[in-house]
């Protein structure tokens, strides 16, 4: 190899290296970004509070016998729309005997006064007609045989009532289960052949039938008692079905419970809501419903994300850090709106152009640099 050719290859060597120093240290004297920074934003915040529950009718009404008995037969299904007074199902009586034979024997006695005041009635008739006795002494006998004639009918009464259960020919007999009220039939809890107890001071009685008004619906649910000191009657709820994923509803906060029941360790406190029902929408009792309540809301403010605040260990108050130059930062102290737990409004404190500093990345940069 002449001298022209090792000169020229060292020199070709020299310059490589030469090169590589000069992009070594031109990447070395280039600072490195340790942090990523995020901008402040516009955007609607509404703080709301989600209540699981579900709609069931406003009022619903148990209809009940006013006689024991055993169902004879039912006339109307579940679903059906009824109007007050339909018929819904009829009771066969069956009498009890101690009574039935003490309304028996009223009867013969009965019957047995009435024939002796008919006599007395018949012969002291005649003697009136003739002038024999006074007006006062008759009127006082005919006064005995009308209240024979009286009693004997009210033991006859008494006595078809325990046997059959109405005197007959009375349209709203107490065998004739009737409906009280115009709605819909939710429940039948009785079939054909089933025995019933009568409604009365001592007994709640069987229910023949459930019925509501399908058009009165409310909302009820459990709201946490954290929760519940931030509502106020009047509030909107919109209201979503799980069965019906389409269909939105509103309603209007009517009841809030004065006292909480406490619920796996919880307390928790009823509420109420009177719910908006589209007519092209049949809503079912007992659907599981989710109610939105706005607590609060504001339109069109500066806001970030929840994940970048830092709070003071002594003060607790919030604050972030933002970018004042190339990886440095400035702590600024901040003043909270409205949150919605993922987003939350600036009040004070940070203007639309600041970066801040998203502290939770620290640690990935430090590995970065270290792997460098």
Partial sequence: MNKYVKYTLIGLVT?????????????NSTPKKLY?????????????????GKVIPEDEINVKPQISGIIDKIYLEEGEKVKEGDLIATIKVVPNEQSLASARGRVKNAEVSLANAKIEYDRNKSI????????????????????????LENARNDYQIIRVGSAGGSSSANTNIRSTVTGTILEIP???????????????????ATIADMAKMIFEGEVD???????????????SLGALEKADFNAKL???APKGVETEGAVQFKIEGDLVVND????????????AIVLEEKKDVLSIKEALLQFDKETEKPFVEIEV????????????????????????????DDKIKIWNKLENNKKDNSAD
């Fill in 36 to 52: 990523q920074t995020e901008s402040l934003v516009k955007k609607d915040i509404v703080n709301k509070v989600i209540v699981t």
């Fill in 128 to 151: 009136f007609d003739k002038g024999v006795i006074s007006s006062q002494d008759f009127n006082t006998i005919k006064l005995t045989y009308d209240q024979a004639k009286l009693e």
């Fill in 225 to 239: 008692e954290a929760e519940v000191g931030k509502l106020k009657l009047g509030m909107p709820l919109e209201i």
């Fill in 15 to 27: 310059l490589g290296i030469l090169g590589a120093i000069v992009v070594f240290l031109k990447k």
């Fill in 325 to 352: 130059s190339e990886n440095k930062f400035e702590k600024k102290e901040l003043e909270l709106g409205v949150s919605d737990g993922i987003d939350v409004e600036i009040v004070s404190g940070l203007s639309e």
């Fill in 280 to 291: 092209s929408v049949y809503v079912r009792a007992g659907y599981s419903a989710n109610a």
């Fill in 254 to 256: 009517k009841f809030i």
């Fill in 190 to 208: 009785v079939k054909e052949g089933d025995q019933v107890i009568e409604s009365n001071n001592f007994n709640d009685g069987t229910t023949i």
